[in-house]
């Protein structure tokens, strides 16, 4: 008898004799004695994730299974232990454990488990017929092979849940869906980060792409030798950096003395209005520079003939006297920046100022940075403090992802489904009230990874950000990346189908009921996709649109760039009938369906600019339109990997006359890895790590040139052929920092990846360096023996980077905590000689800690006599937080 009828059963006989029974130990499908099973092996059952094997040539092999194909994969065992006696036949097997798993499994050997892919990261596993039950604290192992490698301890997702649910995951549920505790993430009281208690040690030998990858293994050793080879040239002396505004000046003249401003300043503002400078002067306040009537005169001056009529916008001259601060601007984003190039030079506590006159420039008009709240929501509050970041360094785009496959985090009056649905994550095989789990994200809906922005929480953002001139950028991706939303649509369409209204139903109907195209989407999606020949998705975009474009104005902050992201849209459409009649009717046909992407884009950009909204998107998808199609001026991010295209295609686009925005996955993406370590979070497929220091490297103005900064992870090199260079006087747009969430869960994690990359973010954004090699505009071939640098240039760069890093470790990391921001406290480099112990950093002023087995920490300050093991680490300027601990062998 199936458990749903001995439920039936037996909820019918407790109707009439007022009680339910249990037979012998088994347990039926009683509400809540299956929940309570249920919520046992959530509460008991240890799950183990190991990583036996990354195989980078491919041809993994189980016994029982063919090899796997050559492509990357790996093999992967996952333990299963019950403390508690499991009956196989407890709740006729009817019980699931559902999982995230990033890369998708090829295949896995018979047991007494199978495992199914649902959709997306989302992977099931059930008992199977073979299935014998658990004898207590018996361990059962199940291994698979993996379609994929798994490099870093981020990509090995939490919160696996259990539930009761009928054989085929659609049927009837029998009880709540509970996270199996586990699996949880857990934060490390002393670093307050994440840590995977289930998952094993990815071993040195399994850190590899291939055979051939040469990636060094970040131990304490090697970040030693690193800093000591960056290092020699030597930090700057504290003063110097106290002194010293970041992002760098266009000109600085410092006179070395300073003036005493303890008794605050006599504010003076000429042209401009107290509102347009508000934060900044809220920050200098902050630093300690107080107003007062009987104080220093501080003019601001704002007029079309304070500067140069030619100055790029944002330009600023900056003097301070030994009796008078002045800043000069030709507009109030000027002033601005004025002030804040003075709060750069200001420290808590300190009642001095330099003397000194600065004239100032950006390098950009687009200074961007991008956070994506789609895949795991951030809070309103993390947007915030970012905000603040982003003006006091100058940056002035902030890129919000607010609609992706996981998540749609904007609310749209008239359309509840968006948010009700589309803004969270649970159990729901029918999603009509969330969205399918994926990501290891929290089973209830409830946590801080799922979420949404309400309409007034969009409009304070906005106002945050026009506030300190900055703007605002939405981005939806479409037609691809849209689960989310199609399947909020389709949960709006059946409750208005069930309410006998066809006309409601269909109106923001995004895809085609009766498609039956199957295809995979980059993430292993198989309906992400809107269906590009309804006209129902053009209305929806119309309406949402005009929404978002009524909450700026409502902010004060017109909206004139939205992004649609047009990205990795996945073969779609062919077997849709309703494409089916549109090709009948239109230069299209099956074969050539994939036009129908830039269809898509082409006819959204001419929407757009109906509206007067320039139209922004990624490179990809932009590249397949037809720019006679396109409106002439169109924003697009180039984010191909350098070596893989993405100097041409950014060439390309620029010289259309397009606005290009570098983003590179190679320098730019925040949430790939600091340091080759697999503690160190994020993804990896553009990088295998990504510090500050390959940041301040970045040359944009020479993007080809970088053959010869970034080697390969084998070491030799990369090769960049320039053979379409850009047009004379063609320029780039800006530069824009990405951050991914696929693996970035909480608003803490999120500052971690993002400071203090960011700071080297706004310098290459706003200053050209002296050291950066000129752009061949007749195009050339670099390597990494190209020998485009002269070792005078390296040196000179390796100054600048060595003075840079001075100011954050003596400055900017005390600025940042005083602001709570959850920077990346730097691991420590250590060696031991001859029984002493030799640490080192990759920036001055934080201290240094190290422990000896069976002792407390100690404070590290010179070669001190240990024995191993030891451990060592670095603290936070405060010294309240720590870094990660690294074992010295």
């Not at 970035?744 to 090699?773: C, K």
Request: net charge negative; hydrophobic share 40%.
């Amino acid at each position: 008898m199936a458990l749903f009828s001995k439920y039936v059963w037996q909820v019918a006989v407790a109707g009439a004799l007022g009680t339910v029974s249990l037979l012998g130990s088994r347990l039926y499908a009683q509400t809540a004695d299956t929940q309570q099973w249920i919520d046992g092996i959530a509460s008991n059952m240890q799950v183990h994730y190991q990583v036996l094997l990354n195989k980078g040539d491919g041809e993994c092999s189980l016994p029982d299974l063919p090899p796997s194909p050559k492509s990357p994969c790996s093999i992967v065992e996952l333990t299963l232990s019950s403390p508690d006696k499991l009956a196989a036949s407890d709740l006729d097997g009817n019980w699931s454990i559902y999982f995230s798993q990033t890369d998708p499994i090829y295949a896995h050997p018979a047991g007494e488990f199978t495992i199914d892919h649902i959709n997306g990261d989302l992977h099931l596993i059930r008992p199977s017929a073979s299935y014998q039950g658990f004898n207590e604290g018996e361990v059962k192992k199940v291994q698979f092979i993996v379609a994929g490698l798994t490099l870093t301890e981020a990509k090995i997702m939490p919160n696996y849940y259990v539930v009761a649910e009928g054989q085929d995951n659609k049927q009837a549920l029998y009880s709540e869906a509970r996270v199996i505790e586990s699996t949880r993430i857990r934060i490390h009281p002393e670093t307050e980060l994440e840590v995977r208690p289930f998952a094993g040690e990815i071993s040195r030998q399994n850190f590899k792409l291939s055979q051939a990858d040469k990636t060094p293994y970040a131990d304490a050793a090697f970040i030693f030798n690193e800093n000591k080879n960056v290092n020699k040239l030597g930090f700057v002396a504290q003063d110097e950096a106290l002194r010293t505004i970041i992002p760098t000046p266009t000109f600085v003249m410092d006179s070395g003395k300073n003036i005493d401003i303890s008794a605050g300043i006599n504010l003076q503002l000429q042209g401009v209005e107290q509102d347009a400078v508000a934060p900044a002067l809220a920050r200098l306040q902050e630093l300690g520079l107080k107003q007062n009537p009987a104080g220093m005169p501080f003019v601001v001056s704002v007029s079309r003939a304070s500067l140069p009529s030619r100055s790029p916008v944002g330009s600023y001259q900056l003097v301070v006297s030994p009796t008078q601060i002045t800043i000069f601007a030709r507009e109030p984003v000027g002033a601005f920046y004025g002030m804040q190039s003075l709060a750069s030079v200001m420290m808590a506590g300190r009642n001095t100022l330099p003397v000194l006159t600065v004239n100032d420039s950006p390098r950009y008009p687009y200074r961007g940075m991008h956070i994506d709240v789609g895949r795991n929501f951030h809070s309103k509050q993390q947007i915030l403090d970012v905000l603040d970041q982003m003006a006091e360094y100058k940056l002035n785009k902030l890129h919000l992802h607010l609609g992706e496959d996981e998540g749609w985090r904007l609310q749209i009056p008239g359309l509840p489904e968006l948010t009700d649905v589309g803004g969270k994550r649970c159990h729901d095989p029918q999603e009509n009230t969330c969205l399918l789990m994926q990501l290891g994200a929290d089973v209830s809906g409830k946590s801080e990874r799922d979420g949404y922005y309400t309409r007034q929480d969009y409009i304070e953002l906005v106002k945050a950000a026009n506030a300190r001139h900055i703007q605002l950028i939405p981005s939806f991706d479409m037609p691809g990346h849209s689960r989310a939303v199609i399947k909020a649509m389709e949960a709006r369409y059946r409750k208005f189908m069930a309410a006998g209204n066809k006309k409601a139903a269909e109106q923001y109907l995004l895809s085609d009921l009766n498609d039956k195209t199957q295809y995979k989407s980059i993430q292993f999606y198989s309906d992400n996709t809107i269906n590009a020949c309804m006209e129902s998705p053009y209305k929806f975009l119309g309406k949402v649109i005009d929404e978002v474009k009524a909450m700026h104005s409502e902010a004060g902050q017109p909206l004139t760039v939205y992004h649609i992201g047009a990205d990795e849209t996945a073969g779609a459409w062919a077997q849709s009938p309703i494409c089916q009649a549109f090709f009948a009717n239109n230069p299209y046909d099956v074969e050539n369906a994939k036009q129908l992407g830039a269809y898509f884009i082409e006819r959204v950009a001419a929407l757009l600019e109906t509206k007067g909204i320039k139209t922004a998107g990624w490179s990809d998808g932009l590249s397949h339109t037809n720019p006679k199609n396109m409106p002439a001026k169109v924003q697009s991010y180039i984010w191909d990997v350098l070596p893989w295209g993405g100097v041409a295609e950014a060439n390309k686009q620029a010289n259309r006359g397009w606005d290009v925005v570098l983003s590179h996955p190679d320098a730019l993406y925040f949430d790939f890895p600091y340091e080759p370590d697999p503690k160190e979070g994020g993804y990896y497929w553009g990088s295998r790590h990504i510090d500050t220091h390959k940041v301040f490297n970045y040359m944009p103005g020479n993007l080809p040139a970088l053959a010869e900064v970034y080697p390969s992870p084998t070491q030799t090199g990369f090769e960049i052929a320039d053979t379409t260079p850009l047009k004379q006087g063609v320029q780039w747009a800006g530069i824009q920092g990405q951050l991914w969430s696929e693996t970035i869960r909480s608003d803490n994690a999120v500052e971690y990846m993002i400071f203090p990359r960011l700071i080297a973010l706004a310098e290459r954004a706003w200053h050209a360096p002296s050291w950066e090699p000129p752009y061949n505009y007749e195009g050339a071939t670099y390597n990494a023996n190209s020998g485009l640098f002269s070792e005078n240039k390296k040196r000179e760069r390796d100054k600048a980077w060595l003075k840079f890093a001075s100011v954050i470790g003596y400055k900017e990391f005390v600025k940042l905590d005083a602001a709570d921001i959850h920077y990346r406290i730097p691991t420590v480099g250590a060696i031991i000689q001859d029984s002493m112990l030799h640490a080192n950093l990759a920036y001055p002023a934080l201290g240094i800690e190290y422990k000896e087995a069976g002792k407390d920490w100690q404070p590290y300050n010179k070669p001190v006599q240990v024995k191993t093991p030891v451990l060592v680490r670095a603290k936070a300027a405060t010294g309240d937080r720590k870094g990660r601990a690294l074992p010295v062998e």
